[in-house]
């Protein structure tokens, strides 16, 4: 029970640590990023280059998402744009499973000691925000090596062994469980460190690991609709398509899953090797394959979600977005935009005003 118990804070630990990172990049270089994304939508390429950085520094896909949905619902680029940013974003998100899968164990007392100083004596500033990034990435570090701590129990006990068996053999159940756990946990990117750190413990076998990789690839994308579900049409445009994307690729990649050990112990035999590898593959091949179409389910999630009729009321906001209160730079960002609109709006009627005067 005990261990139990230590696996599940070490979960929520990994889930704290990318909420800490996102909230703290956010806060720090928000509307730098959206600078980024909104320079980097008028090649593809450069679009999904612009996505993995982005994503990158994140953590999150997810929030990648939310701020190119916000671009797309204000008007400011176009709806195939946004889906090649979010092509590059799920590449991102699997690089930085590449790199959180190292031993970094050295690096998180570092990182720690490092943020909560940095954070408590300039905690107003931007250096303390910085702090506050560096403390959430040791705080990832260290629930990946608390996880695997709290698994080596659990490999030998028989009721653990014998619940795991379940899933065995039952792909649509694996499926599934990915694509909850990454919806329970807001973080598609926790959910495949921790079964690369269960299948590394032999407390899940390769094959599920696999399968759940693959649920939480498609889960991360369901999160994104779900967050945009209130929103206007534009807005929602970019996460259906990239679901769309990630449902096409699982329905093509799921067949295959069977062979897929064999072809990854090419590039590593270590069970937690092949889980990243895969991860990794699976969205570069997802890149790759989908990049040249997004005009076209651009065009599809457009008929689908059509954009409301422009209000002919001037006093309606237009660059307000609900979905960036939560991120004061951005927020701010987007009330500038909408007093300087507001601006322009007071000067026609004011030059208006004196030519009927006159």
């Given at each position: 029970m005990t261990a139990l118990l230590n696996l599940l804070a070490a979960i929520a630990l990994l889930v704290w640590g990318t909420h800490i990172v996102r909230t703290g990049v956010l806060r720090v270089f928000g509307a730098r990023l959206r600078q980024v994304l909104h320079a980097g939508v008028e090649r593809r390429w450069r679009a999904v280059a612009a996505g993995i950085g982005v994503t990158g520094v994140l953590q999150s896909s997810t929030a990648t998402a939310l701020l190119v949905s916000s671009f797309v619902g204000q008007g400011l680029i176009a709806t195939s744009a946004a889906l090649t940013v979010m092509l590059g974003a799920d590449v991102g998100t699997a690089i930085m499973v590449q790199v959180f899968a190292l031993n970094l164990s050295w690096l998180a007392p570092l990182l720690i000691v490092a943020g909560v100083v940095t954070y408590l004596s300039r905690r107003k500033e931007v250096t303390g925000q910085a702090g506050k990034i560096a403390l959430g990435l040791g705080v990832m570090i260290l629930a990946l090596q608390l996880i695997t701590q709290a698994t080596a129990p659990l490999a030998q006990a028989v009721g653990v062994q014998v619940l795991f068996a379940q899933l065995t053999g039952d792909l649509m159940l694996d499926i599934a469980i990915g694509v909850l756990a990454a919806v329970?946990?807001?973080?598609?990117?926790?959910?495949?460190?921790?079964?690369?750190?269960?299948?590394?413990?032999?407390?899940?076998?390769?094959?599920?690991?696999?399968?759940?990789?693959?649920?939480?690839?498609?889960?991360?994308?369901?999160?994104?609709?779900?967050t945009t579900l209130k929103a206007e049409a534009p807005v929602r445009r970019v996460p259906v398509g990239n679901l769309l994307f990630k449902l096409i690729a699982a329905a093509v990649a799921a067949p295959l899953l069977a062979m897929m050990p064999s072809w990854l112990a090419l590039l590593g035999?270590?069970?937690?090797?092949?889980?990243?590898?895969?991860?990794?593959?699976?969205?570069?091949?997802?890149?790759?394959?989908?990049?040249?179409?997004?005009?076209?389910?651009?065009?599809?999630?457009?008929?689908?979600?059509?954009?409301?009729?422009?209000?002919?009321l001037p006093g309606t906001p237009r660059h307000l977005d609900a979905t960036a209160l939560g991120t004061p730079a951005l927020a701010i960002g987007n009330a500038a935009r909408e007093a300087i609109r507001l601006a322009d709006v007071v000067q026609d009627m004011l030059g208006g005003l004196l030519a009927t005067l006159k």
């Open positions: 329970a946990s807001y973080s598609g990117l926790a959910v495949v460190l921790l079964t690369a750190t269960l299948a590394a413990s032999k407390v899940i076998t390769v094959d599920v690991a696999l399968a759940i990789v693959l649920g939480a690839n498609l889960g991360s994308g369901l999160l994104a609709v779900l035999a270590e069970p937690k090797a092949m889980v990243v590898n895969f991860h990794l593959l699976f969205n570069v091949a997802l890149a790759i394959a989908f990049v040249p179409f997004t005009g076209h389910f651009a065009r599809l999630v457009e008929r689908w979600l059509p954009a409301p009729p422009a209000p002919d």
